[in-house]
């Protein structure tokens, strides 16, 4: 498989402002990592995966060492997506996104 991108991988923290609310803060959980982005929509992503999320539009084909985790982010050059589940092979990861609508 061409891992032929580059991506960042993102997890989730949360922190608390001065009056004590809380706020989402994203860091990288490595510099970068290669992956392969396909389109994942419609019938395959229902057949394949059990997927029938409308917004579900990637998969991310990945090394088994990524530090990606589900409810985790990935950013590519083309944009944010939140890390809907990952499913796990051998020889890589699948990891199913959603973009980020902000």
Do not use: C
């Not at 402002?17 to 392969?36: C, H, I, K, L, R």
């Not at 530090?67 to 990952?86: F, H, K, L, W």
Request: glycine share 6%; charged share 20%; aromatic share 10%.
């Amino acid at each position: 498989m061409l891992l032929d991108i580059t991506v960042t991988v993102q997890n989730k923290t949360i922190t608390y402002d001065a009056e004590g609310m809380p706020v989402e803060v994203w860091t990288a959980s490595q510099t970068t990592e290669q992956a392969n982005k396909q389109p994942l929509a419609g019938e395959i992503a229902f057949q394949e995966y059990g997927i029938s999320d409308a917004g579900i539009t990637n998969l991310f084909f990945m090394k088994t060492d990524t530090a990606a985790q589900e409810g985790g982010r990935i950013v590519d050059s083309e944009g944010t997506y939140d890390i809907y589940r990952i499913e796990k092979y051998p020889n890589h990861y699948e990891v199913i996104v959603k973009p980020v609508v902000s």
